[in-house]
């Protein structure tokens, strides 16, 4: 039997996240064992009049990929999804993975040359979202491999994911309509400011210019959970000590630490898989530029699950991408990179924006942060 809550899910997702219409061009994708809400969705679409194009990910298929291509098959970027992306009106990915490290293993020159195949394709769907010509959605299908990497038994994880999209909320549309007003708020101050500060116990001490920059509202629409407000840096400058492990296509990457000056890393460094993290970044030339500066602010999230999905978004954090940046924030950063990494501000953490302290601690301290 199907959880219930999966079959609610689907629906949030089709109608709100989504707004699907009849005759709308669906691109359904995911990997194997996010199944059960895939078939959820599936059904819930094809009853909204939907068209629907479904790409399943099978276990293993992605690492044997990487054992035996050459440098060409890896350099390649595929027209099939090229064609999906430039012509379906909605697009949804349901991560659903039977082993979060299956990658780790894989030369990081090879994923780098993978991740640039893959910039048209992301350049592609940034760009026709920005444009208002794609809606797109990313969420998980709880598993077990979820739950342990999150150091939860699996029932107590579909607790967790649950909880945090607001599911177990009798209307959980008008719980996220709640939090999109609240946000508006925060968002409408940001956009007229200059400046924003982050400094932490552990040394971290960042300013990133976001001048004529637009913040966005995050409220469930293109991730499912959800809970932040974003913009692209126009610059940044200082030290960032990241609070948890970085992890990127199953690679985990700990403590790690970037210097930038004049708005590109000078200096980066980690305990664990450094050079993985010296690939990353210089896989091309936007990949050593922020793409992305965020705020969490989703307080159902309260602890690190190593799943940048709910990470991302813990309340009193925020995140700085490497990588591609958003065009609707005025971002014109482009790369085969986009990775977000989480800086904690619960202990000893502070916001200032223009001289001002929005937040302490990890708690909003402004008036126009009610959340």
């Known amino acids: 039997m199907r959880d219930s809550r999966l079959n609610k899910m689907a629906q949030v997702l089709v109608h709100y996240s989504l707004n699907v219409k009849p005759g709308d061009l669906v691109w359904l994708m995911g990997e194997f064992g996010g199944l059960p809400l895939q078939e959820a969705l599936y059904e819930e679409l094809i009853k909204s009049g939907a068209h629907v194009y479904a790409t399943l990910q099978p276990p293993v298929w992605e690492e044997i990929f990487f054992r035996y291509a050459s440098e060409k098959q890896l350099s390649h970027t595929c027209p099939f999804q090229m064609f999906a992306a430039s012509t379906c009106h909605k697009r949804i990915r349901v991560e659903g993975p039977s082993n979060t490290r299956g990658l780790s293993a894989v030369n990081p020159k090879s994923q780098a040359l993978k991740s640039q195949a893959r910039q048209p394709l992301m350049e592609k769907t940034m760009r026709r979202a920005a444009d208002g010509e794609l809606d797109w959605c990313v969420t998980l299908c709880p598993t077990e491999a979820l739950a342990q990497e999150a150091n939860m038994g699996f029932l107590d994880y579909a607790e967790f994911v649950f909880n945090a999209a607001h599911l177990n909320e009798a209307d959980p549309v008008a719980s996220w309509k709640a939090q999109e007003k609240a946000q508006a708020k925060?968002?409408?101050?940001?956009?007229?400011?200059?400046?924003?500060?982050?400094?932490?116990?552990?040394?971290?001490?960042?300013?990133?210019?976001v001048e004529g920059r637009k913040w966005v509202n995050c409220c469930g629409k293109h991730n499912f959970p959800d809970g932040e407000v974003f913009t692209g840096p126009k610059s940044v400058e200082g030290i960032v000590r990241y609070t948890y492990p970085a992890i990127y296509h199953g690679t985990v990457v700990e403590d790690v630490e970037i210097i930038f000056e004049k708005g590109k890393v000078v200096s980066a460094k980690a305990?664990?898989?450094?050079?993985?993290?010296?690939?990353?970044?210089?896989?091309?030339?936007?990949?050593?530029?922020?793409g992305e500066i965020a705020i969490g602010t989703n307080y159902k999230v309260k602890k690190f699950s190593q799943n940048i999905l709910f990470d991302e978004k813990i309340g009193g954090t925020f995140h700085a991408a490497l990588g591609a940046g958003y065009p609707e924030t005025g971002s014109t950063n482009k790369s085969g990179l986009h990775w977000d990494m989480i800086c904690d501000l619960r202990e000893g953490g502070t916001i200032e924006v223009d001289g001002e302290l929005i937040s302490k601690d990890g708690k909003f301290v402004h008036p126009m942060f009610s959340i």
């Open 271 to 290: 305990s664990k898989n450094e050079a993985f993290l010296h690939a990353m970044i210089n896989q091309d030339e936007g990949a050593s530029r922020l």
């Open 186 to 209: 925060m968002v409408d101050f940001l956009n007229k400011k200059k400046k924003l500060h982050f400094k932490t116990s552990a040394g971290t001490d960042l300013i990133v210019d």
